[in-house]
């Protein structure tokens, strides 16, 4: 399956607004109308749709922390009709490829629920490694670009 990201745009948003993720995990993730809100108003914020062979399938978003003095990845989401089939795994890869492209070699970091063993696992298969600190309530990881 080829995953891409795209920009969201004026004619995505909605469809963005209105994906899901499946019953359980919407204690891990903010809704992509926040995050959409938060994106209008928030500096160095890029929020992106992931493709699935051309359909819309997730939704990721990048920024600039000034608490963390860095770039990172605040937002992954995949439709829950698009769960288990190694597409928040390509998207991951496809963000890594894009931020190292736009920024050069630089730390990129995400935070996570310790809870969330999912998305742990899918962020040290990418290569990101634990760094041992507290982001508030979530573990911060870190990979170098």
Same mark, same amino acid.
């Given at each position: 399956m080829g995953v891409e990201l795209r920009r969201v745009d004026k004619d995505s948003w909605y469809a963005v607004c209105r994906? #899901?993720?499946?019953d359980g995990q919407e204690a891990f993730v903010a809704p992509n109308s926040f995050s959409l809100a938060q994106a209008a108003y928030e500096a160095d914020t890029c929020p992106m749709g992931i493709y699935a062979d051309g359909?819309? #399938?997730?939704?990721?978003?990048?920024?600039?922390?000034? @608490?963390?003095?860095?770039?990172?990845?605040? $937002?992954?989401?995949?439709? $829950? @009709?698009? &769960? *288990? !089939?190694? =597409?928040?795994? &390509? #998207?991951?890869? $496809?963000?890594?490829?894009?931020? *190292? *492209?736009? *920024?050069? !070699? =630089?730390?990129?970091?995400?935070?996570?629920? $310790?809870?969330?063993?999912? #998305? =742990? @696992?899918?962020?040290?298969?990418?290569?990101?490694?634990?760094? &041992?600190?507290?982001w508030g309530e979530e573990t911060l990881m870190r990979i170098d670009l």
């Open positions: 994906l #899901a993720v499946d359909r819309l #399938a997730g939704f990721v978003m990048w920024n600039y922390d000034g @608490r963390l003095g860095g770039w990172g990845m605040c $937002r992954l989401m995949v439709d $829950r @009709r698009y &769960q *288990k !089939k190694g =597409i928040g795994r &390509q #998207a991951v890869e $496809r963000l890594l490829e894009t931020v *190292k *492209k736009e *920024k050069g !070699k =630089i730390p990129f970091y995400v935070s996570v629920s $310790r809870e969330n063993e999912v #998305a =742990i @696992r899918l962020f040290r298969g990418v290569g990101f490694e634990d760094t &041992q600190k507290s």
